[in-house]
C-alpha cells in the first residue's frame, strides 16, 4: 500500500453537488490534474463511502498506480485514497464545510 498524507496532497477545483440517489454529497475534486469522487453520506453526522476515479480517458492513476479505463467503465474505487478517506473527509470538513451543507 502507498503511503499517503493526505494533508500533503495538492487538492484543486473542488465541488460539492448533493446526491440524487442517496442522502448525501457527491465531491469531486483534481489531484495533479486527475478527476476523483468521493461519496459522502449524510446522517447525523457525515459518512464517507467510496472514492472513486473519474478519468477521461485510460491513464494509470498516481496515487494507486492502477492503470484505469476512462469513465464509464473505468469508474472503480481507488484504494489508496479509499484508504484514507476518513482523513480526506477530514480536510473537506475543514475546508470546504461551507460546501457541505443542504
Ligand atoms: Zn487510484
Redesign the pocket.
Known amino acids: 500500500m502507498t503511503e499517503l498524507n493526505v494533508s500533503k496532497l495538492q487538492i484543486e477545483h473542488v465541488s460539492v453537488n448533493t446526491a440524487s440517489e442517496f442522502n448525501g454529497f457527491h465531491i469531486k475534486f483534481l489531484v495533479d490534474n486527475?478527476l476523483?469522487q468521493f461519496l459522502v453520506g449524510q446522517g447525523t453526522s457525515l459518512i464517507p463511502f467510496g472514492i472513486k476515479?473519474v478519468f477521461t480517458e485510460k491513464q494509470a492513476?498516481?496515487?494507486?498506480?492502477?492503470t484505469?479505463n476512462a469513465v464509464p467503465i473505468g469508474q472503480q474505487?481507488?484504494?489508496?485514497?479509499q484508504s484514507h478517506r476518513e482523513a480526506l473527509l477530514s480536510y473537506f470538513k475543514t475546508n470546504y464545510a461551507d460546501l457541505l451543507q443542504h
Open positions: 486527475q476523483f476515479h492513476c498516481q496515487i494507486c498506480n492502477k484505469i474505487i481507488c484504494s489508496v485514497l
